[in-house]
Structure formats: structure tokens, C-alpha cells
């Protein structure tokens, strides 16, 4: 683990990092394992992420690929809980998400809030 100093750390060879960015500014990277999901590695470095199920079904550990390739993070299980739409603009469920390169991501709860519809938000527009 290396709170606020993504990139400066030396990487072991082979390993992937993960850099997690809440909407605060608070960063930190984790490295997770061969076919280790992000949420696992997060948990060891006691970054405090939202998660539910762990299957993949509820979204409570949505979060969104900020850079990093598309193809960095493989779902080991199918992520029911993201329509296509959220998963091509680069949602992800932590909990069944491996990495396969660097990646960086937003995460929290406010990023699944993007992914759920607000009534309140469309009243009124039609
Ligand atoms: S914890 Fe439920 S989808 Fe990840």
C-alpha cells in the first residue's frame, strides 16, 4: 500500500497497480494479486470502499476507470449489476474486477449514485 504517492513506489515486476481516487482528493495505490479482485487488495490496505454482495449483483462497489486501458481490468464473474451503457463508459465492479495493467480509478459511493436513475432530478423535463 502507498497512500498519496501513486507512482513513486517501486513496483515489483509483474504486479499491476491500482490507484484509487475518492471525490476528496484522497488517493491510494494497492497492488492487486494475480487474479486477486481490486476490492480484495483495497480491503488489505484498509481503503474503506463500499461493497455488498461481492458477486457482482448489487453495485455498491461501482467505480469508474479514469485511465489506464479499457482491457486493464477483466470481471472474473459477469457484473450484473452495470447495463452495457455503464460498463463502455468504463464502470466497473470492484469486488469481480482483476487487473491486468496500471490502472487508475475513481471510487465511492457517489460514483455508484452516477450509475442509478433520480426521479427528482428528471421531473419535470417531460
Ligand atoms: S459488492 Fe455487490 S456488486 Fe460488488
Keep these: 500500500m502507498n497512500e498519496d504517492d501513486a507512482g513513486d513506489a517501486e513496483q515489483p515486476a509483474g504486479a ?11 488517493t491510494l495505490s494497492v497492488e492487486p494479486q494475480p487474479d486477486e479482485p481490486v476490492l480484495d487488495a483495497a480491503e ?3 481503503a474503506g470502499l463500499p461493497y455488498g454482495c461481492r458477486h457482482g449483483a448489487c453495485g455498491t462497489c461501482t467505480a469508474r476507470l479514469l485511465d489506464g486501458d479499457p482491457e486493464s481490468l ?15 463508459a468504463g464502470y466497473v465492479l470492484l469486488c469481480v474486477a482483476e487487473a491486468r495493467s496500471d490502472c487508475r480509478l475513481r471510487v465511492g459511493s457517489d460514483v455508484l449514485a452516477e450509475t442509478r436513475p433520480a426521479p427528482w432530478r428528471d421531473a419535470g423535463d417531460g
Design 16 to 26: 499491476t497497480r491500482a490507484t484509487l481516487e475518492w471525490a476528496d482528493g484522497r
Design 74 to 88: 477483466d470481471h472474473r464473474r459477469p457484473p450484473r449489476a452495470l447495463k452495457p451503457r455503464h460498463l463502455d
Design 44 to 46: 488489505r490496505a484498509d
